[in-house]
């Protein structure tokens, strides 16, 4: 609390010129982009979430993109490939998933929403030079789209914002000079494409990847694993060699940070953030837009959410480890919702009435408390009806049914008949606590198709929606309502624990000390191919093959402190690895 008023305080101070840009179409509808690259969906509305509960930003910073115009994307791009961009194969390569997982015209939103933001950005800092305000910063919370050249877009850069928002201020009329500083992991080959024949422009760039000599861009590539001292040493010689400019666009990629698994630079948060305080001093004169680019690591929102807190509160304390921005929110909107909204526990119908076949599946309650139209409420309050809207999904009806094992309850595709959600649950004790028990949770997406970068995984028929964290999350908030400890679940196989990971633990020490060394020793390996070898008997255990110990994970609601001497005991005594498959071409 007391933060949250320092903040404001600082807020007052050093915000108060701070714009940030943002729409909820930034998150990509792209239901297998993170399993393939880790890119991070969710990425610009969890930084917002946070800035703006810790009141590092306020409403009043706020901004609303509007869309690009194509005439604004055409006076940088070919129209040959903005031609192409309408294609679900063109986005499907530039994002490395499937075409049949491309909703082109709300990617195409996505796209003009960022454009839009980063020139509505430049336009607005620009604006304030006459009334002498200085240091005046906009933070786009997507864009940075620097590898798109003029004719050739790629690597998660459909279109090069940057150029584009340039573009419009010239034709608005600004002629001065425009300074790019480019602190993505990745060299800026598009924007060096597309600035070429600028030459009021210089392109400063710090890189961990050397893909050559980029004309007329000032770059340095440091080795891999550089970290904080080197990068924050080369960023003070550039930042030295920077010429003064009256407009800056700053790309703050997020994949400097150390695991991420595209950028090599391995920066900690602390240096993210000392990054920034560092530039935003330099450019104080300045009027300067900042961007996000990159970031494929979980961790990668925290560093937009720390350029934030850099402009906004010039702050350096560090985001809390264990905040879970999915959880505050969820928290938050479960405060709003009432018991009645969600069915309320009413009657529940007659047992006999319903082995009659006289109740009809609306009227069923689910465990005794939420009606299908309270459900069906709860995911659209959530936000996954909406998500599943953006995929071309809809509209939607909710079923619950009694099973042999408990109950299930279906969000349908009312269209196609297809249940995109599926889950299994019923109340049970474990270790003496009662508790949400999952049977089975499916979430499916029947219009994607297995590809080589989203291979099937065991007991998959169809892709999954990318939605996992957010039907996990409101299993907890479900249990939390009815009364319950937690959720518990049983993992059928190695990737389902594998991404319930950073949420579930095993119950018994010794199983999750096995499963930690497990995680360990299959590192490296793509999930799918990790999942098979675990399933195919092709993993040892201390020498002998291992089979797949299908046993309670759970999730206290009330955090639980971990027995971590009794899992790092198991931990260090079980060495696992993994045989060559049959086939396996030497
Ligand atoms: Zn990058």
Request: proline residues 6%; contains cysteine.
């Amino acid at each position: 609390m007391l933060a949250s008023m320092e903040n404001r305080a600082r807020r007052w101070l050093y915000g108060r010129d701070l714009a940030v840009w943002y729409a909820p179409e930034y998150r990509w509808p792209l239901s297998g982009l993170e399993a393939a690259t880790g890119f991070q969906t969710r990425r610009a509305d969890f930084a917002l979430w946070f800035l703006l509960e810790r009141r590092a930003a306020g409403r009043r910073n706020l901004r609303q993109p509007r869309r690009a115009e194509y005439e604004e994307l055409a006076r940088v791009h070919t129209p040959e490939l903005l031609d192409s961009l309408g294609q679900a194969e063109t986005l499907g390569r530039i994002f490395s998933v499937d075409p049949s997982d491309v909703p082109v015209d709300e990617v195409m939103n996505g796209i003009r929403l960022a454009c839009g933001g980063t020139i509505g950005a430049a336009r607005e800092v620009l604006s304030n030079l006459n009334r002498r305000v200085v240091g005046r910063h906009a933070l786009n919370l997507l864009g940075g789209f620097h590898h798109a050249r003029p004719d050739v877009a790629g690597g998660f850069c459909p279109v090069n914002d940057v150029a584009v928002a340039l573009a419009a201020v010239r034709a608005d009329g600004f002629a001065g000079r425009t300074l790019v500083l480019d602190l993505d992991a990745h060299p800026p080959d598009g924007l060096a494409a597309c600035l070429a024949k600028d030459p009021s422009c210089w392109i400063g760039s710090i890189s961990g990847s050397d893909w050559g000599t980029l004309p007329g861009v000032d770059e340095t590539v440091l080795p891999e694993r550089a970290g904080d001292e080197a990068y924050l040493a080369a960023l003070d010689a550039l930042l030295r060699r920077m010429p003064q400019g009256e407009l800056a666009f700053v790309i703050a990629g997020g994949d400097v940070l150390a695991g991420d698994p595209l950028g090599r630079l391995g920066l900690s948060l602390s240096g993210c953030r000392e990054r920034d305080l560092r530039v935003a001093d330099a450019l104080f004169r300045a009027p300067s837009v900042w961007l996000p680019a990159g970031g494929y690591s979980p961790d990668a929102w925290k560093v937009l959410a720390g350029t934030g807190l850099a402009l906004g509160i010039r702050s350096r304390a560090p985001i809390p480890a264990d905040y879970d921005p999915l959880m505050a929110k969820f928290s938050a909107i479960a405060s709003t919702l009432l018991p009645e909204d969600l069915g309320g526990g009413g009657e529940e119908i007659d047992e006999v009435a319903d082995q009659l076949g006289l109740a009809t599946p609306r009227r069923r309650l689910l465990l005794g408390f939420y009606s299908a139209e309270g459900l069906e409420h709860a995911l659209h309050r959530y936000g996954v009806l909406g998500e599943l809207r953006r995929m071309g999904y809809g509209p939607f009806r909710v079923e619950i049914q009694h099973e042999g094992v408990g109950q299930s309850a279906r969000l349908l595709d009312v269209r196609s008949g297809q249940a995109l959600v599926e889950t299994v649950f019923e109340r049970r004790e474990i270790d003496g606590a009662p508790m949400l028990y999952v049977h089975w949770v499916a979430l499916r997406n029947p219009r994607g198709r297995f590809s080589p970068e989203r291979p099937q995984l065991p007991g998959q028929d169809v892709p999954g929606l990318g939605l996992a964290r957010e039907i996990l999350e409101l299993l907890q908030r479900m249990a939390a309502r009815l009364g319950l400890e937690g959720i518990a679940f049983r993992p059928a196989a190695y990737h389902l624990a594998y991404r319930g990971r950073e949420t579930l633990r095993f119950v018994d020490p010794a199983r999750q000390g096995r499963f930690e060394a497990l995680v360990d020793a299959l590192e490296g390996l793509p999930l799918a191919d990790a999942t098979r070898a675990v399933a195919e008997g092709r993993v040892q255990l201390n020498g002998k093959r291992y089979d797949w110990e299908t046993d309670e994970m759970v999730k206290w609601l009330e955090p639980r402190p971990d027995d971590r001497a009794a899992i790092e005991a198991e931990k260090a005594r079980s060495h696992f690895q993994v045989t060559e498959p049959p086939s396996a071409v030497p």
